[in-house]
């Protein structure tokens, strides 16, 4: 069982920057990939952003590259999710995800496990 707690969101003007942390617990952390999602109200949850669990390559959704920018430390076992230049529609619930050994994508999404979402808000 892996525990994924988040933190870092809050209000921010846009433009402004944000960072927010994934602690896990439970498991190795290193043996897990792990994205971001996003869900706005009254919208799907969305895919952010996603890193593997070894060295490999990080994808973003096309509506943050260039601004987010997503990264671990695995002797800390957390991931974080480095946002500039943000803007008010990236105001969201913000939730990282966890699976062992099976990278997360936009075209996967499945994730074992969740955890409880920070949320974010940006005002004009």
């Known amino acids: 069982q892996v525990r994924l707690v988040e933190s870092g969101g809050g209000l921010v003007q846009a433009g402004g920057s944000l960072r927010l942390s994934c602690v896990a617990s439970?498991?190795?952390?290193?043996?897990?990939?792990v994205a971001w999602f996003r869900q706005a109200p009254g919208k799907e949850r969305e895919f952010v952003a996603s890193?593997?669990?070894?060295?490999?390559?990080?994808v973003y959704a096309d509506s943050v590259k260039g601004r987010f920018t997503i990264s671990r430390d695995n002797a800390k076992n957390t991931v974080y999710l480095q946002m500039n230049s943000l803007k008010p529609e990236d105001t969201a619930v913000y939730y990282c995800?966890?699976?062992?050994?099976?990278?997360?994508?936009?075209?996967?999404?499945?994730?074992?496990?969740w955890g409880q979402g920070t949320q974010v808000t940006v005002s004009s």
């Open positions: 439970g498991r190795t952390f290193s043996n897990y990939a």
């Open positions: 995800a966890a699976n062992f050994r099976r990278f997360i994508s936009a075209s996967d999404t499945a994730a074992n496990y």
């Open positions: 890193i593997p669990w070894s060295a490999g390559t990080t």
